[in-house]
């Protein structure tokens, strides 16, 4: 099947469409490897993204790493219990400099080459973001799981937006976040390799599990917007506002 050419007059079209505007706080998680028809591929779509939020918008990409996990705690992994020792004594650890995103890889590895990008530092579930954030690599914590009160604060405002390009509905990480601030998340914990100065170690940290049931419940509770992206599929979701208001009394109380 043959495809007309996707411009980022395309993409800024339908991200208009959406509401999308300067100012926005936008979490991305997107893969557009399955439209190369897309001039530019995801380049085009973060800088597109970025010329219409402004520096006065943020826009937040995941920049997961499961390449720094214990392989115990991999379910992934191609080693075997007799070579994990092997595997901890020579990892090299995680670093928000050196060690690449292996999630949504494409799409992470292009937003870290652009300038003002700044990577929190956990060592599987780091993000990356750009703007006007208030957000600082000192409110990260590993005592927690990804959750509305440290590194993603800004996701609990009634207009932030997680938006999916390319990516199964399934996997946005809205539902994690509803999940965890209303206690209905199973809390693990895993281990990972850091590496601080110079130094590699294993380092605990919290990990919130939801079945694809639980998943699926909260994605019901959302405002969603479909759209197609010349064969990807796009969505749009948002909080609705009774939580924005309900989220604030709650917090208040704290």
């Known amino acids: 099947m043959e495809h007309r050419a996707l411009t980022r007059k395309d993409v800024k079209a339908l991200l208009e469409s959406i509401g999308i505007e300067p100012g926005s706080t936008v979490l991305l998680q997107a893969d557009v490897s399955n439209a190369p028809w897309m001039v530019g591929g995801i380049n085009a779509l973060i800088e597109t993204l970025m010329e219409m939020l402004t520096p006065k918008g943020l826009l937040i990409l995941p920049t997961f790493t499961k390449g720094a996990l214990d392989p ?38 292009s937003f870290l080459l652009h300038t003002r990008v700044k990577r929190s530092e956990h060592p599987v579930y ?8 208030g957000i600082s690599p000192s409110m990260e914590t590993l005592n927690y799981p990804l959750s509305f009160r440290h590194i993603l604060k800004r996701m609990e405002d009634e207009r932030a937006i997680n938006l999916l390009v390319g990516v199964d509905l399934m996997e946005a990480l809205y539902p994690v976040l ?26 605990p940290f919290l ?38 208001m309900n989220f604030e009394m709650s917090s208040s109380k704290d």
């Open 126 to 133: 780091s993000v990356a973001w750009w703007g006007t954030s």
């Open 72 to 109: 115990a705690c991999d379910r992934d992994s191609v080693f075997d219990m007799p070579q994990w020792p092997v595997v901890r004594s020579s990892h090299p650890g995680f670093s928000s400099r050196t060690m690449p995103a292996d999630v949504y890889e494409q799409a992470a590895q």
């Open 207 to 244: 990990h919130s599990v939801l079945s694809e049931k639980q998943t699926a419940a909260k994605l019901k509770t959302l405002d969603i917007i479909s759209r197609d992206l010349g064969g990807l599929p796009v969505y749009k979701i948002m909080q609705p506002v009774s939580f924005s």
């Open 178 to 203: 509803l999940a965890h601030q209303e206690n209905e998340d199973t809390t693990v914990v895993e281990n990972a390799f850091v590496r601080r100065t110079k130094r590699t170690f294993e380092e």
